[in-house]
């Protein structure tokens, strides 16, 4: 694309996995992309041809106003041709012993703040009949044992994401679900981090419980870091979901997000239970 028919992206969560490859596949495409990443260290990371990397905390209303404003005055007056909500976080734990604000912490980087984007970024969508590419999770479909609160932001995400394309059929503006399978990123690292942080606020009770159900969180995200799909993979089929003229409402990326997502629809509820609880050899 030349400068004159090159348009925007906007990318969240662009300092690493999903987002970083994202935001170097769009450009390798000839978009401009808008890379949000929260530390000044990130930007000087992932800054290059086609990649302007922008300061955006999606909890701060005033960098979604400053991206807002970037986006709407544009020096070369490229219009926005897409918003790539991918910035997360992981609280992985038993529901019993997750502290609350740990819950609300992921309810606001998982669902106030994908919503905050959107909203900051729909005029200058419907303006350039745009699209809305929302990045969910297998945990959007199933809460396996132990990823309840992550799968809580997950699920409610699905169910916005599916309002607001019935919301916005009459303007134009499309909306699109991802929904990757297990993918080897930093988010895996950082889960069980987080995960070994909390194990340590347990009560003797709580132990005796959740021991081994810690354990098994903890290898069934080492597995998905070591050898999960590439985030390349999933930056294709992203950048499918934006290049294509008339593009699917959902997209599934590996084996497993369009397997288990078949299964949940069929199965019984406690043979489900069974299959999950096997597969995390907690039976």
Do not use: C
């Amino acid at each position: 694309m030349s400068s004159k028919s090159q348009e925007l992206v906007v990318v969240t969560g662009a300092s690493s996995g999903i987002g970083r490859a994202t935001a170097k596949r769009l450009a390798a495409d000839g978009f401009h992309v808008l890379a949000g990443v929260r530390r000044q260290e990130d930007a000087s990371e992932i800054n290059g041809k086609n990649i302007e990397a922008v300061i955006v905390d999606i909890t701060n209303v005033d960098t979604l106003k400053a991206l807002a404003e970037r986006v709407e005055h544009d020096r070369l007056g490229r219009p926005l041709r897409a918003v790539v909500n991918n910035a997360g976080i992981a609280v992985n734990a038993p529901i019993e012993m997750v502290p609350l604000d740990e819950l609300r912490h992921q309810i606001e980087v998982g669902v106030i703040g994908q919503v905050a984007v959107i909203q900051a970024l729909t005029p200058a969508l419907l303006t350039s009949g745009g699209r809305v590419v929302n990045i969910g999770s297998l945990g959007g479909k199933v809460s396996m044992p132990g990823f309840g609160i992550y799968s809580a932001a997950k699920f409610a995400m699905e169910a916005i994401n599916d309002s607001l394309r019935r919301e916005m059929v009459p303007f134009g503006l499309k909306v699109i679900m991802i929904t990757p399978g297990g993918v080897s990123t930093g988010m895996s690292e950082k889960g069980i981090t987080t995960m070994e942080r909390l194990a340590r606020l347990m009560t003797p009770d709580q132990h005796r419980r959740h021991d081994r159900l810690f354990a098994a969180v903890k290898a069934q995200a080492e597995t998905w870091a070591r050898s999960g799909a590439r985030p390349e993979k999933a930056a294709a089929v992203i950048s499918r979901a934006i290049r294509e003229r008339r593009p699917s409402t959902r997209y599934m990326v590996g084996r497993d997000s369009a397997l288990l997502t078949r299964l949940v629809r069929f199965l019984p509820d406690r043979l489900l239970d069974r299959m999950l609880r096997s597969h995390m050899k907690l039976q």
